[in-house]
């Protein structure tokens, strides 16, 4: 079997990779980076893997021919175009490469958790848009709704580290949120593209991708204690404050859509509320405090 990861170079792509090339049905992997310095060496070396230069933002250098599967993971972006354009243009060059290709049996797109809104989500809008556009881009179609990545709380560690104490915006201190680890959507995808040609029970086969349970606050709090081994001090960020404390590390247009994605999962909000599940929900086995261990590099 022959599968494309594109792009390759997210931390989600590079775990489905790690997963993939470990399988012993030997499947061949082709990574599409927009910088070939960004391939790690542990890829470099493994004669299953080729790695192309290629970005999602220009069809002409995407060239998925020969796969039976691909992975796309729409990029975030971090400057002032136009979010959800931005997926429609990545995602429409995206399913024309599949065509163009006219070998991929299966896409597997990596999405968010709140994909099936199109409004109250912020920057989820984006896998949205990519949604709306992937549904139908190869005969077999998968969706992989992921909860929140365990490995954003990596952000905390430079406060913990000089100062003792994190920010949180998932307040209350109490509620509990759906979190995965990266290295268990990478084994899910990769599990899901081995399976190309199985027959799925329709498409787009659409499942959220939970861990083994939901954390709160106090729970990741927990955990930078236990593997730091100090009393960690937790700030809260009230869900009014959310526009001001993203305003302070993003630009306007980035700091509102975070604002809004953040809002949307707390009380009130509409993943909250939740008026159209999904339905189907699988979960990892990585808890959050084995990736709070990585994290700390112990
Ligand atoms: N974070 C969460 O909690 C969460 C939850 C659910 C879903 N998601 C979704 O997961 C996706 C993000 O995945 P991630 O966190 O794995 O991303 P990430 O690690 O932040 O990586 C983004 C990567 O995209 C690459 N990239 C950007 N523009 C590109 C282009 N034009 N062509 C090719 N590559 C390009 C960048 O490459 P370089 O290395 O060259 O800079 C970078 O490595 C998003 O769609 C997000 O909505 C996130």
């Known amino acids: 079997m022959h599968i494309t990861v594109v792009p390759a170079s997210p931390k989600t792509g590079q775990a489905a990779i790690r997963t993939l090339l470990a399988d012993p049905s030997g499947p061949t992997v082709r990574g599409v980076y927009r910088d070939l310095a960004k391939v790690p060496a542990e890829f470099k070396s493994n004669p299953r893997f080729e790695a192309v230069q290629g970005s999602v933002e220009e069809l002409s250098t995407l060239d998925l021919s020969g796969s039976d599967a691909v992975l796309n993971i729409t990029p975030p972006l971090y400057d002032k175009r136009d979010v959800v354009a931005h997926a429609r243009l990545v995602s429409e060059n995206v399913k024309t490469a599949i065509k163009k290709a006219g070998s991929v049996k299966r896409l597997v797109y990596l999405s968010s958790g709140g994909a099936q809104y199109d409004h109250g989500t912020g920057e989820i809008l984006s896998n949205h848009e990519a949604e709306v556009v992937l549904k139908d881009a190869a005969p077999e179609v998968v969706f992989v709704r992921c909860g929140y990545f365990m490995e954003n709380w990596a952000t905390s560690l430079e406060t913990i580290q000089q100062a003792g104490f994190f920010y949180t915006t998932l307040t209350p201190l109490d509620h509990a949120l759906p979190m995965i680890a990266v290295q268990d959507i990478g084994a899910t995808c990769a599990s899901e593209l081995l399976a190309t040609g199985n027959p799925l029970p329709r498409t787009p086969y659409i499942f959220e991708l939970h861990g083994p349970r939901a954390y709160t606050s106090v729970d990741v709090q927990k955990a930078f204690e ?68 990585q994290m700390f590099g112990a």
């Open 226 to 293: 236990e593997v730091s081994g100090k009393k960690i001090e937790m700030r809260p960020v009230e869900k009014a404050g959310l526009g001001d404390f993203y305003a302070a590390v993003f630009p306007p247009t980035v700091a509102k859509l975070f604002a809004e994605m953040n809002a949307s999962f707390l009380e009130g909000g509409i993943m909250y509320e939740d008026p159209q599940p999904t339905g189907e929900i699988r979960r990892g086995k990585t808890e959050l405090v084995e990736v709070v261990r």
